[in-house]
């Protein structure tokens, strides 16, 4: 059994007894076979206002995740460039911006998102590239209503690796849902992050005993190299 099981984020606020209580979920961690890199709405809105802490940012940026996002580049743009080396197939969430196609009466929170279209527009140090496939979506997860999985039977699929933001709302439901349609489920820790660092954790610790392998990204990177 890998003693890097519980190496992780959560370490600073999940006790020994909870950890006692969750011991029964301990298991070696991997990438499944044949993966696909599936990143979660790393688009400009999570990014505005720059590498400043949320709070600062929230009157502003209500969407944004300020610090976490920026220090989360580096590793992403390491895991991409392992992906594409590696030669998995690469999809992209974003939000569909079309306004005759959203409910109007539906709304998640009530925050007053002004985001232009351009804010859905996904990073360029994570551009895609062609052959990537950019799924739109209308509600947090990557498979509801969308056709990633029409895309991922087609394609041979049989694992994900999850990267994004954030942690507990789309890349969450993305993870649940992928999990459900019985697909291996690896997520990049320093590759998700969150407006606030209690959801991330707790959330990362709830998928690594439920229904993912969180994993460091180094460790990612190995797994796919490895099977090159």
Known sequence: MDDRFEDHCWKDIVSDEILSIYAA???????????????????????????RPVADLMADYPSSCGIKAWEAIPPTQRLFA??????????????DTRPDARPTSIRPTNRQNRASADAFSIRDEFKPLDGDVVI????????YGTPLTAHLTQMGVESLIIIGESTSGCVRASAVDAFSH??????????CFDRSELSHKVNLFDLHHKYADVMKVAE?????????
């Open 220 to 228: 990612v990177i190995e797994h796919l190299e490895r099977d090159r």
């Open 182 to 191: 019985g697909y291996h489920v690896s997520i990049a820790e320093e590759c």
């Open 25 to 51: 979920y301990r298991r070696d961690v991997f990438v499944g076979n044949r993966p696909a890199l599936l990143a979660i709405d790393l688009y400009e809105l999570a990014y505005q206002g720059g590498p």
């Open 82 to 95: 392992a992906a594409r080396a590696a030669g998995i197939p690469i999809f992209y969430t974003t939000n």
């Open 136 to 143: 739109v979506k209308q509600r947090a997860s990557a498979f």
